[in-house]
């Protein structure tokens, strides 16, 4: 079973429940056919033990992203949420000018809607597109592996999928009911990249129950 964990810093009590609507849409696609992924999406909130851990981390300006990646993961294994197997992933959600959105930005001046170091992802989408999916569904796909359909030099996309949610930014004419599934939203290489992590997880899930 794969854990992603969404965080909001800074942001309201609306805001976290867009948030928390979005992710957990996106785990109900990654549920179905035809990927099947066993996955399970839970609020950091509901731990706040470690969720001031890693506010103390987000809201530091001497950490670079990366660095900033790295202690999230040793705060969960001190909290004994993460002891072995596939660590648990986290999803941040926060505003453009937050001390972690601008490390990311520093260390990758093109990350200009969110970064991935891993199992660490943020998302701060600019204000008019503070309601869009897009960029969340985005930076949790990375927490799956899943890589850029764009070139970082030109931002121009590289799959063949129009709408493909691993593009730079939301094709025009996107609102906020925007991708409606999300198979029909992903180019092949990733949809393929999606199904062979579930065909793993399901496999370590079926040697669990088997041992």
């Known amino acids: 079973m794969i854990t992603i964990y969404w965080h909001c810093l800074g942001m309201t009590e609306a805001d976290e429940t867009f948030v928390n609507s979005a992710i957990q849409e996106l785990a109900h696609h990654l549920k179905e056919e035809p990927i099947k992924l066993l996955i399970s999406i839970k609020r950091l909130g509901d731990k706040p033990d470690i969720a001031k851990q890693v506010d103390a981390i987000l809201n ?102 129009k709408t493909c949610v691993m593009q730079y930014k939301p094709p025009l004419g996107v609102d906020e009911n925007w991708p409606s599934r999300l198979c029909d939203n992903l180019c092949g290489r990733q949809k393929r990249k999606l199904k062979n992590l579930a065909n793993k997880v399901a496999k370590v899930e079926k040697g669990k129950r088997s041992s």
């Open 60 to 161: 530091d300006p001497s950490y670079t992203f990366s660095n900033c990646a790295g202690d999230i993961l040793y705060s969960f294994f001190k909290e004994g949420i993460f002891k072995e197997g596939v660590p648990p992933k986290l999803l941040v959600y926060c505003r453009p000018d937050s001390y972690i959105a601008r490390a990311a930005l520093r260390e990758k001046p093109s990350a200009k809607w969110g970064a991935n170091c891993g199992s660490f992802s943020a998302a701060y989408p600019p204000k008019d597109q503070l309601k869009s999916k897009f960029t969340i569904w985005h930076e949790a796909l990375h927490l799956l592996e899943l890589d850029e359909c764009y070139d970082e030099n030109t931002l121009r996309r590289k799959c063949k999928c």
